[in-house]
C-alpha cells in the first residue's frame, strides 16, 4: 500500500512539472498530438488534438493562404515533447502560394464553444452585410 501511494505521489508530482500543468490551464497543445486544423480568419488556425480539444492559434507573418493551404506543419527549436508557443513557426504547402508559407505563433489558447459561437456569428453577419 505505501509502494503504491508512493507511486501515485510520484506520478502526481511528475505531472504537475509538465507544461500543461505548470502554465495553471489546459491550453498546452503539444506538438505531438496535433490532429488536424483549420482557418480561422487570416491570421489564426483552429488546431484540434488528438483528444478531441481545440486550440485558437494566433499568426503573425506572411498567412496569406491560410484559407487555401492544403498542409501546415509547426516547427520548433525545442521539439514535439513540448506546448505550441510564442515563436513557433506555422509552415503551409499549397493555395495560390509558390512554396511554403511561415507565419509564427503569437498566441495558444483553448477554443471554446462560446469563441466558436462567436465567430460563426461574425462570419454570418460579414456574409449578410456583404449581400446588401
Known amino acids: 500500500m505505501r509502494y503504491l501511494f508512493f507511486v501515485s505521489a510520484a506520478l ?22 496535433v490532429d488536424g486544423w483549420g482557418a480561422h480568419g487570416d491570421h489564426a488556425m483552429v488546431v484540434n488534438d488528438s483528444f478531441g480539444r481545440k486550440y485558437l492559434v494566433s499568426l503573425a507573418g506572411l498567412c ?4 487555401y493551404a492544403f498542409a501546415a506543419g509547426i516547427k520548433s527549436p525545442v521539439g514535439g515533447e513540448t506546448c505550441v508557443e510564442r515563436g513557433d ?6 493555395g495560390g502560394a509558390i512554396g511554403q508559407d511561415v507565419c ?4 495558444v489558447e483553448r477554443y ?3 469563441m ?10 460579414k456574409r449578410h452585410q456583404h449581400s446588401d
Open 89 to 94: 513557426k506555422i509552415v503551409m504547402r499549397g
Open 64 to 67: 496569406n493562404d491560410l484559407n
Open 112 to 114: 471554446t464553444p462560446a
Open 116 to 125: 466558436e459561437k462567436a465567430y460563426k456569428a461574425a462570419l454570418e453577419a
Open 104 to 107: 509564427w505563433v503569437t498566441k
Open 12 to 33: 502526481l508530482l511528475a505531472a504537475a512539472s509538465t507544461p500543461a500543468f505548470a502554465k495553471g490551464d489546459d491550453a498546452c497543445l503539444m506538438h505531438r498530438y
